[in-house]
């Protein structure tokens, strides 16, 4: 979970939605390290980096196939979920995070649909995120993957700064 919080905090930086110095930066290290909710990983094998390699991490499963974390999103449940969740049948995902060298190889879309995936086979219904306004990235990967902007549900945790919050529907799923 260390080099999660590290991938997560790097991401942050390396995008300018967070300073190294941020009060943020120690939450985004330890969301997840009690156990409580689910942390997907997209791993760079020793495989991937060499010459005619595949192109993108494996791993986003979270199985330990070794290597390098290089991305990770997390699904907050209720009652654990942030200040958007509303009930049992919600559940938030939290802190999406690639790193720079391998954006642009679908990473993040690919841990964003597996990260889907798990909720619906979890039984939930409706997923919500919050994001910053200058996460334009982030917003058009959420926008393609069919999450939908809900204005009136974006909130404030600290003045100065605004989430957006989107959310997407989901049909439940038989477990696997």
Known sequence: MAEVGEVRVAAYVADGSLSAESSYASTLRELGADGNDLVLVALLTDEERSPGSADGPEGADGADRGGRVVGTIMLQTWPNGG??????????????????????????????????????????????????????????????????????????????????????????????
Do not use: K, N
């Open 83 to 176: 200040q958007v969740v509303s009930g049992p049948q919600e559940a938030e995902i939290r802190a999406l995070a690639v790193s720079p060298e391998v954006r642009g190889r679908g990473v993040g879309a690919e841990l964003l649909r597996r990260l889907t995936e798990r909720a619906a086979e979890m039984g939930i219904r409706e997923l919500v995120l919050c994001t910053l306004p200058e996460m334009r990235a982030a917003r058009r990967l959420y926008e393609r993957a069919g999450f939908v902007r809900r204005p009136e549900r974006d909130w404030s945790p600290v003045p100065g700064t605004e989430l957006l919050v989107y959310d997407m529907r989901l049909h439940a799923s038989s477990p696997q």
